[in-house]
């Protein structure tokens, strides 16, 4: 089975750009959760989505966006970049059982963005 | 707002120590904690705790949750280098969805 697929792995951007970031999950599971990790601030959440629809949002402006299609895979979309944005952005899925909670977490391998 | 807060920040052992990490948090309305092993990128999963005083254990390692006191610890006997990681602790809410995480225990395993 193959695991949480992340894509690009890596890329560098300027400030003021935008960057669209991809994330299949593992075939079957229909949340799909973004996180943004730094050193300063760890693994933050950004969003949460099931059945294409945002069940949850983070503390973070609204220049991060995302969306899930039909076939559960996700994008995060980041506008107008700041050197701050510059971080690991790791995706999970996971397959919430009856009670749609998060349960375990699948992580993908990430991106890593540079903001210069 | 939910916080969970690790301890140490990072330690360092020799092969064969028995370590103990710590993790505290104060969540509205708890609904399991969850430990993480990351190593370069991807965090991989470890344990879900739900309820207090059942230890779980996989191989070296084990966890258990104190509700009461709210706090968990992931002990590591016999430590190995390839145990050297951060540890991430996380604690979801009955709202659900999402994962807040604590600051990670960075651990090295010296030979």
């Known amino acids: 089975k193959a695991g949480v697929t992340q894509t690009p792995r890596y890329l560098i951007k300027t400030r003021g750009q935008q960057v669209t970031l991809s994330c299949s999950p593992i075939?079957?599971?229909?949340?799909v959760s973004w996180y943004q990790q730094t050193p300063g601030q760890g693994l933050q959440f950004l969003f949460e989505?099931?059945?294409?629809?945002?069940?949850n949002k983070g503390n973070f402006p609204g220049r991060f966006s995302g969306r899930q299609f039909s076939n559960s895979r996700s994008e995060m979309n980041v506008s107008t970049l700041e050197l701050g944005d510059s971080a690991l952005y790791l995706c999970?899925?996971?397959?919430?059982?009856?009670?749609?909670?998060?349960?375990?977490?699948?992580f993908g391998e990430g991106s890593r963005l540079t903001v210069l | 707002e939910d916080k969970v807060v690790q301890s140490p920040l990072s330690l360092v052992v020799h092969e064969g120590d028995t370590v103990t990490l710590n993790c505290s948090y104060e969540?509205?309305?708890?609904?399991?904690l969850l430990w993480y092993k990351q190593e370069k990128k991807a965090p991989t999963f470890l344990f879900m705790l739900?309820?207090?005083?059942i230890e779980k254990k996989s191989g070296r390692l084990s966890s258990i949750l104190d509700k009461k006191e709210l706090f968990s610890i992931l002990n590591i006997t016999a430590t190995q280098t390839g145990d050297s990681a951060v540890y991430l602790c996380?604690?979801?809410?009955?709202?659900?969805?999402?994962?807040?995480f604590g600051g990670g225990t960075r651990l090295m395993v010296k030979p």
């Open positions: 969540v509205t309305n708890f609904r399991s």
């Open positions: 989505y099931f059945s294409e629809t945002q069940r």
């Open positions: 996380a604690v979801e809410d009955n709202a659900g969805n999402m994962l807040t």
């Open positions: 075939s079957g599971h229909r949340s």
């Open positions: 999970a899925s996971s397959s919430p059982g009856l009670a749609l909670n998060t349960g375990e977490l699948f």
């Open positions: 739900t309820s207090s005083g």
